[in-house]
């Protein structure tokens, strides 16, 4: 039950705040005054606004002209309200809901706290019959999801259905949070599994809202130090109610009560006492309305109908996280996604504001143009241009779906758009600007919810099942099968009412619950009247009876007495006439009596048609009351199944969580498989490469062993060579000396000096030359012996002359012979020497290219030392995995046998 609607558009106000220098800004890009803000680079770009709140305003100036009439007075009233605020990061959202305790300015939130609960006190105050609560929830939207802030530790905070536990009473352990997803009903959008808290007190009010909106997620961007990194949503929930008897009553007393003040100055002090303590109960009042002419029965009736008033309305104050640009800010990471998210869900609110603009400016012009009647305009904000229903995204993100009565519904809305003046930021706040233009044009219907009470809605239902059943009278006697009887026996009255009255039996044309009452009705006085005619008939019968034997009598008496003739005749035709007029009577009297009892034959079967169609009614109505019980028992089932829904649902998150927990965990056995059959190839190569490289290092080795035992082999020929080159060179030198010694010998012999021998200890080699040497030496010996003197005079003549140079000559041919030979041995020895330099040098080459090839192998046998330490590397990795995927060294090692049965046979890599 709700009052009419009331169209209102949403308030919107925007605040400026100042400049900061820790963010480099410079200077303002705005002109600002009162109701406006424009451009300074580009004049022609102003916008208007109800009002605009320069950077020296404080939040409550804006709070008192923006907030408390519009929307919290109204909230304490009964109706919905809303207050957000909207703006880009770090332009002061935050800082005009929540305040700033350092700056000593209180936000919008804690002002609103404070006059609400004051309202309430004010109104408990004057209907002391009334019984307001407050109720608490937190809650965050963060990357699209929803989290609420009263779940989870602490807080000292109670919840709702517990009104009487003490704020610091410790709290039972707290039951795992259930899924929260936001539904609706009649009276708006919920959060279905979000806690709510009673509060008794603003202080117990805003503690709650404040412990608990801390620990939403907040973070240091580039643009702000403390960036909310969610939407905060904090709802207030007011339930007033009374009894609307009470608060009749009470007018009443507050009535009797103004009598009595202007009477008081007769009244005694008694009759004061009186009247001042008589708070006239329900039951007083209605004995009182018993006694002014209500039977006892009325009075019981609304005793017992005693009505409670409920209204329950919502406030709403949510500080919004802040557009960002990722350039600006500085996000990465964690910081980026989240970003991402906050300006998804701020564009489909720009959506949602925008098509709602649109439809209220498309009302609007209807309206205008009278192309829409008045009474349309505000109650469909839903229809579009063409007066069809346009779509509006609420559900695309989840702050456009909670806000979705706060935006172009049941609620009265305001909304604080902050900019910052600074030029660098001056193409954010024109969109801020932009946003809060068309938001002003968004028509909301709010109204005061009332929700009937238990007793009112039993009440309502029974008139509802009345109304049905008469509506199921109606329907059933207007197709019954049996009209067709009905309408012969009205036909049947009708001609006899022709016949008697000249009409008036045609009412019964059109069957129904009445007429056939009126038909009743109507035959009973039909009856009572065709009885009452026989009653005079019959008695005027009667009359005529008396006067004709009185007039048979007279006639006798005038027959025995001589009378007239003409008075005979008339006296005879008197008679006939009353023959006549008597047969006449009797003949209607027994018309009437057969037409009485055809109408008392249809009346009784009429009778019988409603007994019958009674009858037909109680079972109906059973039905009915079989169909409600079976109804009430549906409805049980459907809230059991949903509750049995919800837990199912919850279930179904958590196997839902095991399942992927299990998958992730199936995935890595999945990945451990794999990489056990990653391990087995890798083995399997591993092997191969290790047999191919103990192949090679075995020919290497071989090779390596032959080629030392080659190079051992050409080294010792080598050294052997060297030797003889050696033994050859000593060889010349000593017959070069020797031939040099044999020719300064002969040389001193020709000249005649003594011979003198250097080294008589110089081992002589060649036999001949020291064999000539010592003919020689013998000779001098012999010469200087004989003719010690004759050496000088030996060249100045004489025989002695001619033997000595016999002598010489023999000497000197034997020195050409023994010339001759050496010459022949030295080439001789050359070209021996030549050979075997040869040989060596072709020795040398092919050891180089041997130790080329050695070295060769060598590079080989690096290379697959390399590879199979990668292998090795990669194999440990490999088996780290397989121990991260939770494989036991058992299965482990099977596998690895398994591999090793399965391993193929052996390709050697290298063939000899
Ligand atoms: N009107 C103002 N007067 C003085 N300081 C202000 C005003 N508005 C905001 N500030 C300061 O600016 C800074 C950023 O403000 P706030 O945190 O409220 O921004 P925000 O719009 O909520 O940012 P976000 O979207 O990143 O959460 C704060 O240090 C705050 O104290």
Redesign the pocket.
């Given at each position: 039950m709700t009052s009419s609607p009331t169209a209102s558009s949403i308030e919107v106000a925007i605040?400026?705040?100042?400049l900061?220098a820790e963010l480099h800004e410079s200077r303002p890009a705005w002109q600002i005054d009162a109701t406006s803000l424009t451009e300074l680079a580009q004049p022609d770009n102003a916008f208007t606004f109800d009002r605009v709140y320069d950077?020296g305003?404080s939040?409550a100036e804006i709070y008192k002209n923006n907030v408390r009439d519009t929307i919290v007075a109204r909230v304490a009233q009964g109706y919905n309200g809303t207050i957000f605020?909207y703006?880009?990061?770090?332009?002061?959202?935050?800082?005009?809901?929540?305040g700033?305790t350092?700056?000593r300015?209180p936000g919008l939130i804690r002002l609103a706290v404070h006059d609400l609960f004051k309202a309430l006190a004010m109104e408990q105050q004057r209907k002391p019959y009334m019984h307001a609560e407050v109720f608490v929830s937190v809650l965050e939207i963060y990357n699209e999801q929803l989290r609420d802030l009263l779940q989870g530790d602490g807080g000292g905070v109670r919840a709702s259905g517990s009104p009487n536990m003490a704020a610091a009473s410790p709290l039972v352990a707290s039951p795992p949070p259930l899924p929260l997803s936001i539904r609706e009903n009649e009276h708006g959008v919920y959060v279905h599994n979000a806690r709510r808290v009673q509060v008794a007190s603003e202080e117990e009010c805003a503690n709650v809202i404040y412990t608990r909106a801390a620990s939403r997620v907040?973070a240091a961007?580039m643009?702000?130090?403390?960036?909310?990194?969610s939407h905060c949503v904090i709802r207030l929930l007011v339930e007033r109610s009374y009894y609307l008897e009470d608060a009749v009553s009470d007018a009443d007393n507050a009535e009797e009560e103004e009598e009595e003040d202007d009477e008081t100055t007769t009244q005694t002090d008694g009759d004061d006492e009186d009247g001042g303590g008589s708070r006239a109960s329900l039951s007083q009042a209605a004995q009182g309305e018993g006694k002014h002419g209500l039977s006892a029965d009325a009075a019981k009736k609304r005793e017992s109908a005693k009505n409670k008033k409920k209204f329950i309305s919502t406030l709403n104050m949510v500080?919004?996280?802040?557009?960002?640009r990722v350039a600006k800010t500085g996000a990465t990471g964690l910081r980026m996604i989240e970003g991402g998210h906050?300006n998804k869900s701020l564009t489909t609110l720009t959506t949602v504001i925008n098509r709602l603009a649109s439809e209220s400016t498309g009302q609007q012009q209807h309206t205008a143009s009278g192309a829409m009647p008045p009474g349309r305009a505000g109650a469909s904000s839903n229809s579009n241009n063409n007066g069809g229903t346009a779509f509006i995204p609420y559900r695309d993100s989840r702050l456009t779906h909670l806000l979705k009565t706060s935006l172009g519904g049941n609620s009265f809305t305001a909304v604080l758009c902050?900019i910052t003046p600074a030029v660098e930021s001056a193409n954010e706040s024109r969109s801020t600007l932009q946003f809060a233009s068309r938001a002003k044009r968004v028509k909301n219907k709010a109204h005061v919810n009332e929700v009937a009470n238990a007793q009112t809605r039993v009440r309502e239902l029974e008139a509802a099942l009345r109304n049905t059943k008469k509506l199921l009278v109606a329907q059933t006697l207007y197709l019954w099968s049996k009209q067709l009887r009905i309408r012969r026996y009205e036909e049947q009255l009708a001609s006899a009412a022709v016949a008697d009255s000249g009409g008036g039996i045609g009412l019964f044309a059109q069957p129904s619950a009445a007429h056939l009452m009126n038909q009743q009705q109507q035959q009973q006085m039909i009856i009572a009247q065709l009885n009452a005619q026989n009653d005079a008939l019959r008695e005027e019968a009667g009359t005529l009876r008396v006067q004709l034997e009185k007039a048979m009598a007279d006639g006798g008496q005038k027959g025995s007495m001589p009378s007239s003739a003409s008075e005979s005749a008339a006296a005879v035709a008197e008679l006939a006439s009353l023959r006549r007029s008597l047969q006449y009577t009797q003949d209607m009297l027994k018309e009437r009596e057969t037409a009485v009892q055809a109408a008392q034959a249809s009346l009784d079967e009429l009778d019988g048609l409603c007994r019958e169609l009674e009858g037909e009614n109680k079972s109906q109505a059973e039905q009915i009351k079989a169909l409600t019980r079976r109804t009430n028992e549906a409805d049980e089932l459907i809230t059991a199944v949903e509750e049995e829904h919800n837990s199912l649902q919850h279930e179904i998150g958590l196997l839902r969580a095991q399942l992927q927990q299990s998958q992730a965990r199936l995935l890595e056995k999945h990945r451990g498989d794999d990489y056990l059959a990653e391990l087995t190839k890798l083995h399997v190569e591993h092997q191969n490469l290790l047999y191919s490289y103990s192949q090679l290092k075995e020919k290497a080795d071989r090779d390596k062993a032959e080629l030392m035992q080659r190079l051992h082999r050409l080294t010792e020929k080598n050294n052997s060579l060297e030797d003889d080159v050696d033994e050859a060179k000593d060889e010349t030198q000593l017959r070069n000396s020797f031939l040099w010694r044999l020719l300064s010998a002969a040389a001193q012999v020709t000249q005649g000096k003594p011979l003198t021998i250097k080294d008589p200890s110089a081992a002589v080699r060649d036999a001949q030359v020291a064999e000539a040497v010592r003919a020689l030496t013998s000779f001098a010996v012999l010469s200087a012996r004989t003719n010690p003197h004759n050496t000088a005079s030996a060249s100045s003549g004489g025989s002695g002359g001619d033997v000595s140079n016999e002598n010489v000559w023999q000497l000197q041919g034997r020195i050409r012979g023994l010339e001759e030979q050496l010459i022949a041995k030295d080439a001789q020895r050359d070209v021996i020497i030549d050979a075997k330099l040869k040989r060596i040098q072709g020795l040398v080459l092919r050891l180089h290219a041997v130790n080329v090839a050695l070295v060769e192998e060598m590079r080989h046998c690096f290379h697959d030392n390399e590879q199979l330490f990668d292998i090795a590397m990669r194999s440990s990795k490999t088996q780290k995995k397989v121990e991260k995927a939770g494989l036991t060294q058992r299965s482990f090692e099977s596998a690895l046998d398994r591999a090793r049965f399965t391993q193929p046979p052996h390709k050697p890599l290298y063939h000899n």
């Open positions: 605040r400026v705040r100042p900061r950077t305003s939040t605020a703006g880009q990061t770090g332009s002061g959202k935050s800082f005009t809901m929540f700033d350092s700056a300015s907040s961007t643009m702000n130090e403390h960036s909310s990194r500080d919004l996280a802040g557009s960002e906050i902050c």
